[in-house]
């Protein structure tokens, strides 16, 4: 489709937002106006609030109740930097979601007993309804939430010993692997899938992002021996992050 067939909303849509990338519209300014858009492009007011509506859905400006709509400050993209697994001896849950040692956070976590869905069981190689230990992660560096993670491991593995629950116990917060070591299972692998979707109102809220951000999603699996032992995903806003892999050459 060439530029001049496009429908009018996304040509005014993308004209503004050129002028939001060159900094005639600075961060923080207001938008014009509905009417504004109107004039100045010739267009109804449908196509003017649907451009307006692309920019928001963007993330590119923000509607303020009884104000108007302004052009959002950027964040700059920083780094989650995934490192693989980690041998014993550094393996906390901030430091196995964030490989960057010049990071530092703290975390906290509430766990409870659930039963396995269908996608948890089938990453975790057991049946759909088998009992499983589940910890909602918050991450924060700086006192800023950055990630959030939920975990589930199979109880026939940690049921009835000092590490089922990750954040209790003698190795409380010490991690996967060294966790699983208390119980003679070796972690030696792990794998990781990253996607992107819209993130879910509590997600959005929990991150300090605003509806309709997109968040990307990194699913994890530790293996040890080829079972799996632990599952989990983490979440970050889209918009503020960048997924960076440092993995050692064999």
Do not use: C
């Amino acid at each position: 489709m060439a530029f001049g067939d496009q429908p009018a909303y996304l040509r005014v849509a993308d004209d503004l937002r050129k002028k939001i990338a060159a900094g005639e519209l600075q961060p923080h300014a207001r938008l014009p106006s509905q009417a504004r858009i109107r004039e100045e492009y010739g267009v109804s007011d449908t196509v003017a609030l649907e451009a307006r509506k692309v920019l928001m859905v963007e993330g590119l400006v923000e509607g303020r109740s009884g104000s108007g709509t302004y052009v959002r400050a950027q964040p700059v993209p920083r780094r989650v930097v995934r490192g693989g697994f980690h041998t014993a001896g550094e393996t906390t849950p901030f430091r196995q979601e964030q490989a960057d040692d010049r990071i530092t956070g703290t975390w906290e976590a509430e766990s409870e007993q659930e039963e396995a869905g269908g996608e948890i069981a089938g990453r975790l190689g057991v049946e759909a309804g088998e009992r499983v230990m589940r910890t909602r992660y918050v991450f924060r560096s700086q006192g800023e939430v950055v990630m959030l993670s939920t975990s589930w491991e199979p109880l026939e593995l940690t049921g009835r010993t000092p590490v089922m629950l990750p954040e209790e116990g003698p190795l409380a917060g010490r991690g996967v692997v060294d966790r699983m070591a208390a119980l003679d299972l070796v972690v030696d692998n792990m794998a990781e899938e990253v996607g992107a979707r819209p993130g879910r109102a509590e997600e959005v809220l929990a991150l300090g992002g605003v509806p309709g951000h997109w968040v990307m999603v990194i699913s994890r699996t530790y293996f040890a021996g080829g079972r799996p032992v632990e599952t989990a995903d983490v979440v970050v806003l889209a918009e503020r992050y960048r997924i960076a892999y440092r993995l050692p050459v064999k």
